[in-house]
């Protein structure tokens, strides 16, 4: 559990993600990310299920993916591999985040995650996105996954600068 809530306005999170089960959730029924093992979404927010049963059938849980979802404007996305799967609108308040992997409440039929969480990065902003999704590809060997036409299959590398900040190029 975090010692602190994440909750932000405009929240961006990525992960990269082998399994299925609880992604993240707040230490209430409003704020839940779950995974079942079936590969359908369940993500709660306010205690209303804003997406309910939502097959993402490009989903495996068999092998690492790239899952990236947000809260932007009132406008709740999943995008999987730098897809977007699944949007709703007039989603109020901000995502909120106290534990990533863990269920929380034990009386749910849901388990913990199962799996493997490899990596998982929270962002402000939406403008770097496909920058965001290509790092993570390339870092762990899922570029193959992106969609055609996305930055991250081509002409995108990775560059420790030896005189000032790294640079994603």
């Known amino acids: 559990t ?3 809530d994440i909750s932000e306005a ?6 990269v993600l082998q399994g299925y089960g609880y992604v993240v959730a707040n230490n209430a029924t ?20 804003t997406f309910d049963n939502v ?5 495996s849980s068999s092998t690492p993916q790239l899952l990236g ?3 932007d404007s009132g406008t ?7 897809t977007e799967v699944s949007s709703r609108g007039s989603v109020s308040d901000n995502l909120k985040i106290d534990r990533i992997g863990l269920k929380f409440d034990g009386n749910t039929g849901q388990p913990p ?4 969480i490899m990596e998982v990065l929270a962002v402000t902003s939406t403008s770097d996105r496909q920058k965001v999704e290509a ?8 570029t193959s996954q992106l969609p055609a036409g996305h930055p991250g299959t081509s002409g995108w590398s990775l560059e420790r600068s030896t005189s000032g900040p790294d640079d994603l190029t």
């Open 55 to 59: 097959a993402i059938s490009a989903y």
């Open 10 to 15: 405009n929240l961006n999170i990525f992960l």
């Open 30 to 49: 409003d704020r839940a990310l779950i995974l079942n093992s079936n590969q359908n979404l369940y993500w709660t927010f306010n205690s209303s299920n």
């Open 135 to 142: 790092y993570l590809a390339h870092k762990w060997g899922l």
């Open 113 to 116: 995650w199962t799996g493997k």
């Open 2 to 4: 975090l010692t602190n």
């Open 69 to 71: 979802f947000s809260l």
């Open 76 to 82: 709740a996305k999943l995008r999987l591999n730098g």
